[in-house]
């Protein structure tokens, strides 16, 4: 159910920061139409943590009449309050998602024995199918490949989405954990690598620009044509690193506000890329034939 191309979905919003209803259902056509192979609303991407509980709700409430079970949907549900993510995770499973996504706690900073009751409370509050989310960058702490695999042994938890950008951590976990356990890329940059380690696929930023390129990307990974997957990396590699030029979502809404495909709003504390970091942006869209010379003069 999770491997390939799962698109860690950004969320519009309006000038008065509201959200965007009618764009988001527009998003999440095109990623079904594009092929993606299941959907994430509510995570990082998502600007989840500027969200009310209403406006997840919403979000994902849209996800699902959009996909029309045509894609699974993973809705994310992580934080510092073990009660609370419980809670919105037993939400989300009575609203029909296929999955939770469940970032380890950040701030707090837990052991890896308070990061493996975290999950296995989580895990005993539902019935459905959990990916972990490792991404020490954001959180502060590491879910160690040790406990991964002590995770790996509850039969709901069926996955991690490895955004440590540490490929021998990747390469342990793959070494460490069952053959059934997925492993996800959260980097688009190591999506490729990932997968001659026995990665599964991505939860990609990238795909919210190029969902088919991305979805095909990992088809082609799954078949062992590495040449073919590697000639699609090669050409998008500019736009998975300018992705991160600044914090996500930064950069991949400012660059899918030129495309068109958005109004370019954020909720503080995130803002607008800087005029350096958006000529950056537009050039790569340039570079990789997203838009031409003269759509990125106008300003449009």
């Not at 021998?168 to 001659?196: C, K, N, R, W």
């Not at 062992?224 to 590697?230: D, Y």
């Not at 995130?270 to 010379?293: F, H, W």
Request: charged share 20%; hydrophobic share 45%; with cysteine.
């Amino acid at each position: 159910m999770f491997t390939g191309c799962g698109t860690a979905l950004v969320t519009p919003f309006r000038n008065d920061f509201s959200l965007d209803e009618a764009a988001l259902r527009r998003l999440v056509k095109r990623q079904v139409d594009a092929g993606v192979h299941f959907l994430v609303p509510c995570g990082t991407t998502g600007e989840s943590p500027t969200l009310t509980p209403v406006e997840r709700r919403r979000v994902v409430e849209i996800t699902l009449e959009e996909a029309h079970d045509k894609v699974p949907v993973v809705a994310g549900a992580g934080g510092y309050d073990t009660t609370e993510v419980a809670r919105a995770a037993r939400e989300y499973e009575a609203m029909g998602v296929s999955g939770i996504l469940s970032v380890a706690p950040y701030y707090n900073k837990p052991t890896q024995e308070g990061l493996y009751q975290h999950f296995r409370f989580i895990a005993g509050a539902v019935s459905l199918p959990i990916l972990l989310y490792n991404v020490p960058g954001r959180t502060g702490v590491n879910i160690e490949p040790a406990t991964v695999k002590r995770l790996s042994a509850i039969d709901t938890i069926v996955g991690v989405k490895e955004a440590s950008g540490n490929i021998s951590q990747m390469a342990s976990i793959a070494a460490l954990v069952p053959e059934d356990f997925v492993i996800l890329s959260g980097d688009d940059a190591i999506t490729l690598p990932l997968f001659a380690l026995g990665g599964r696929g991505v939860i990609s930023v990238a795909s919210n620009e190029i969902p088919a390129e991305m979805s095909r990307l990992c088809e082609l990974a799954l078949q062992n044509n590495f040449a073919a997957a590697r000639a699609i990396h090669t050409h998008y590699l500019p736009l998975m690193e300018v992705n991160f030029v600044e914090s996500n979502p930064i950069p991949v809404k400012a660059a899918m506000a030129k495309l068109g495909l958005l109004q370019a709003v954020w909720r503080l504390p995130l803002v607008a890329p800087g005029p350096g970091s958006m000529g950056r942006i537009e050039a790569v869209l340039q570079t990789i034939g997203l838009i031409d010379k003269s759509y990125a003069a106008a300003g449009d």
